[in-house]
């Protein structure tokens, strides 16, 4: 595959810059770009709040944990038979941890668990 570039010097002709690309290359870009679009997950940590084989109690636990901290992603994952309330989405464990006193008035039993689906946005937030 061949690219063209356009590249404009101090006066206004225009030049071009043929880039020759191997097929295997562009195809490996290509599938790169799609697997990341497909799963846009991150590997990282969350602390985990709750856990219960009834579902119902953790998304309640998610709404009660929402209106105590609004701007904290929080999200429930099953793992048969259990329901599992994480918050938070951190890049490191020491991250987590640094979190974890402003939960411990309300949830004493939070701890930090791994979590390799978290999505980029919640990052930022």
């Known amino acids: 595959m061949a690219v063209l570039l356009p590249v404009f010097s101090g006066t206004l002709a225009a030049q071009e810059i043929q880039f020759n690309i191997d097929p295997s290359v562009d195809q490996l870009l290509r599938n ?14 969350r602390l985990q709040l709750l856990s219960s084989t009834d579902r119902s109690r ?6 009660e944990f929402l209106n105590l901290f609004p701007n904290v992603p929080a999200d429930w994952v099953h793992e048969k038979p259990y329901y599992k ?10 991250e987590a941890l640094s979190f974890l006193p402003q939960l411990s008035a309300y949830y004493p039993g939070a701890y930090p668990a791994r979590d390799t689906n978290i999505h980029p946005r919640d990052f930022l937030e």
Not at 58 to 63: F, I, L, N
């Open 32 to 45: 790169w770009v799609y697997q990341n679009r497909a799963n846009p997950g991150i590997d990282g940590w």
């Open 58 to 63: 953790v998304e309640a636990g998610k709404t």
């Open 85 to 94: 309330l994480r918050v938070g989405a951190f890049f490191t464990r020491q």
